[in-house]
């Protein structure tokens, strides 16, 4: 079931994305469906796709990023591939929908740069789960890109302004429930920027799995309802590029994770 968030007539909205047809439900946040007890209530109206403003399918919790978690991305950027997952978090207020602009400030940074990834939405609460019982505690799957200023993370150290600015997180454009992809690892991402195809990899190539990030995190902390995973970026990113690239105003970025669909935002940079 792909499931959507989107403005309507002023007011929002959680529907069953049917085609150009949207099934609007009786919950107004993506978090309302994830307890045991709630049935999927249909309220019998049927909204037009062409119509609805996509907002991000939810405001995550916690937002828990790994870098590195594909050996070519390691390496094109002179890494090396690590050992255990490296784990950073993202602002929450980064967060945009598809369709919304990714926007940054010259005088901060000149090196806006894109990374298609695989988003796990947590569905239930988990603490110190096993991997085998990691993927019960997903809800579903998006896309994100996990937008970089390369010239901050490099100048910070830390990556917290690098990738957690205002608009550097886009989600969506819809939820893929859990029981649509039973395996996250057979996936294929692809990133593509004006139209020319940028990165094209697959989930299998992860280092540390859906599953194996959930234990490894879970053990950290406490992981509830509406946080989200962002399990790393496979190869192709701008700065690797011959020469490096980076995202300038008008710039289209469209991710592409089947069987979830495209997540496209355009760029503008603020003299
Ligand atoms: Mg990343």
Redesign the pocket.
């Known amino acids: 079931m792909k499931l959507l968030r989107y403005a309507l007539d002023g007011s929002e909205h959680i529907g069953v994305l049917n085609g150009g047809e949207i099934i609007r439900l009786g919950v107004t946040a993506m978090t309302e469906l994830m307890a045991e007890d709630v049935a999927f209530v249909d309220t019998g109206i049927i909204d037009n796709l062409a119509e609805a403003r996509i907002q991000p399918p939810l405001q995550p919790g916690k937002i828990l ?3 590195r ?1 594909y050996a070519e991305h390691a390496r094109e950027l002179d890494n090396e591939v690590p050992q255990e997952p490296l784990v950073f978090a993202v602002m929450p207020s980064a967060v945009i929908g598809s369709g919304e602009m990714i926007e940054w400030e010259r005088a901060i940074t000149r090196q806006v740069d894109w ?1 298609g ?1 695989l988003a796990v939405i947590i569905g239930q609460t988990a603490r110190k789960v096993p991997e085998a019982a990691a993927l019960k505690h997903v809800f579903g799957y998006t896309i994100a890109n ?1 937008v ?1 200023a390369r010239d901050l993370q490099t100048r910070d150290k830390q990556w917290t302004r690098a ?1 957690g600015m205002d608009t550097f997180c886009p989600l969506g454009p819809c939820v893929v429930t859990a029981d649509d992809i039973p395996d996250p690892q057979a996936l294929r991402i692809v990133t593509a920027v004006d139209g020319m195809e940028k990165q094209n990899g697959r989930t299998a190539d992860m280092i540390f799995s859906v599953r194996r990030l959930i234990a490894h995190l879970s053990r950290a902390f406490t992981l509830h309802p509406g946080d989200i995973i ?1 399990t ?2 496979p190869s192709g990113v701008g700065k690797a590029q011959q020469p490096p690239q980076f995202l300038a105003t008008g710039s289209r970025v469209s991710i592409t994770i089947e069987p979830i669909g495209t997540l496209t935002n355009h760029c503008r940079e603020r003299i």
């Open positions: 990023a790994i870098g978690n990374e990834e996990d970089s990738k962002l790393g970026t």
